[in-house]
């Protein structure tokens, strides 16, 4: 167990709707970062949060936005969904600030947009 | 161009034969090279962290070692529950001087009994 909670696991919705991922990082970890993985890319960074800052964005499209609250959580918003949206999203947090140490996943969320 | 690279893709093992797995990468100013292991459906798990050239880790059969262009996951006498996906992540900086662990595509490691 990595510490890291991530729901809901699987969720299945259709084109055009919206979702949200949560994230709930390991004690004490400030960092919270967003990967989405689907069999074709690998793991793609999203987005990066440190203490409820945004401190550096990937190729996250602009139907995708992320924010991370005061109690340290993260939500992770998709919205306009279409079917290659379809992948595991997966949040990690570290205790690091600037991504040179290592990151401790979640168990992920599988979208599935039909 | 900061790249991550590993080879190979696959790679089917019987029990007991040892093999290694190699991650290269091209980056300026290396911050630390990172092993993690993903099981299907699963999170990537941390597996250890390299910093500098010449420097090795071991962990159970499993064992990295770091070169200036390269690292290698080296499995040992491998058992099938060492079966998974093994991934390398290398932290590239950003225009807005944060790293962001960048990850290779992975090896697929499948041990038969």
């Known amino acids: 167990d990595s510490g890291v909670t991530q729901t809901p696991k699987h969720l299945i919705t259709a084109t055009g709707q919206r979702v949200t991922l949560r994230c709930s990082p390991r004690?004490?970890?400030?960092?919270v970062y967003w990967y989405q993985q689907s069999l074709d890319q690998g793991l793609q960074f999203l987005i990066q949060?440190?203490?409820?800052?945004?401190?550096a964005k990937g190729n996250i499209l602009e139907r995708f936005s992320a924010q991370q609250f005061p109690d340290l959580h993260s939500e992770l918003n998709l919205s306009s969904l279409e079917l290659g949206d379809s992948a595991l999203y997966f949040c990690?947090?570290?205790?690091?600030?600037?991504?040179?140490?290592?990151?401790?996943f979640g168990e992920g969320s599988r979208l599935t947009v039909l | 161009e900061d790249q991550v690279t590993q080879s190979p893709e696959a790679l089917r093992l019987q029990e007991g034969e040892s093999s290694s797995l190699n991650c290269s990468y091209t980056?300026?100013?290396?911050?630390?090279l990172f092993w993690y292991r993903q099981d299907p459906g699963k999170g990537p798990e941390f597996l250890f962290t390299?910093?500098?050239a010449g420097e090795e880790k071991e962990k159970e059969r499993l064992k990295a070692t770091l070169t200036k262009k390269e690292s290698f996951l080296h499995i040992t006498a491998p058992k099938p529950e060492d079966s998974a996906t093994y991934l390398c992540?290398?932290?590239?900086?950003?225009?807005?001087?944060?790293?962001?662990?960048?990850f290779g595509r992975g090896t697929s490691l499948i041990v038969h009994p």
């Open positions: 990690a947090s570290s205790v690091h600030r600037i991504g040179t140490g290592e990151l401790f």
């Open positions: 004690s004490g970890d400030l960092s």
């Open positions: 949060y440190y203490n409820g800052e945004e401190r």
């Open positions: 980056v300026s100013g290396l911050r630390g």
């Open positions: 390299l910093y500098s």
């Open positions: 992540a290398v932290p590239f900086l950003t225009n807005g001087g944060s790293y962001i662990p960048t």
